[in-house]
């Protein structure tokens, strides 16, 4: 090859690093073939020989980039407690509200006549004391020990009720229930243990300002 030649092919190359792959196809299709497998071969680098000439080592920069999974933030412990706490007082409220209706439900029948409201309505005042109790307690950076244990007790309480009591109440209503029940204490008896010491205050939760806390 002549120097004029082999100047004029250096040229090319370099024109087609600048260029890129679609004019490097048109023009050295081989060449181009040979250098995606060095590329793959090399895990990212192209090697191109010179001819006697120098040895060029090209990062590849047109190279796909497997894009970094995200990761999935872990809820803490002052989260969770915190949640349980509300939907304890969500379900509270509610059979407070509306102790007929939450007794037809546990019950499977039409009839919520008798005493059976009058525990409800006593069991979610309970329930609803409990959960204002844990995010005050948070609110205030105070201990929240107790209140998770005592959360706890009554949610086993409630398991236990529902198993004793399970031909009296609809089978739907049995499996929640009880289920729930069961989770709930195992849950409150862990976390009560990890948010002792009390975790740092985390003040303007709205259950602790709509109570005047």
């Known amino acids: 090859m002549s120097v004029e030649r082999r100047n004029e092919y250096e040229h090319e190359r370099w024109h087609d690093s600048l260029q890129g792959d679609a004019w490097t196809e048109r023009k050295f299709p081989r060449a181009l073939l040979a250098r995606k497998y060095e590329q793959a071969e090399t895990g990212g680098q192209q090697r191109h020989a010179g001819h006697g000439l120098h040895d060029v080592i090209i990062t590849g920069t047109r190279t796909r980039s497997k894009p970094t999974p995200r990761s999935i933030e ?27 209706l939450a007794t037809r439900v546990m019950s499977g029948r039409r009839d919520s006549d008798g005493i ?7 069991l979610g005042a309970r329930d609803v004391a409990l959960g204002l109790g844990t995010v005050i307690a948070i609110d205030r950076g105070a201990p929240v020990r107790g209140w998770v244990e005592g959360s706890a007790l009554a949610d086993a309480a409630d398991c236990v009720s529902c198993v004793l009591a399970r031909k009296e109440m609809s089978p739907l209503a049995f499996r929640i229930s009880a289920a729930g029940g069961g989770a709930s204490a195992l849950l409150g008896a862990l976390l009560s243990r990890r948010l002792d010491p009390p975790p740092p205050a985390e003040p303007g939760q709205p259950e602790a300002v709509a109570t005047g806390h």
Do not use: E, H, K, Q
């Open 74 to 100: 872990p809820v803490n412990d002052t989260t969770l407690a915190m949640t349980t706490a509300r939907l304890r007082i969500a379900i509270g409220l509610s059979a407070v509200v509306s102790p007929r």
């Open 116 to 122: 059976a409201p009058l525990f409800i309505r006593m």
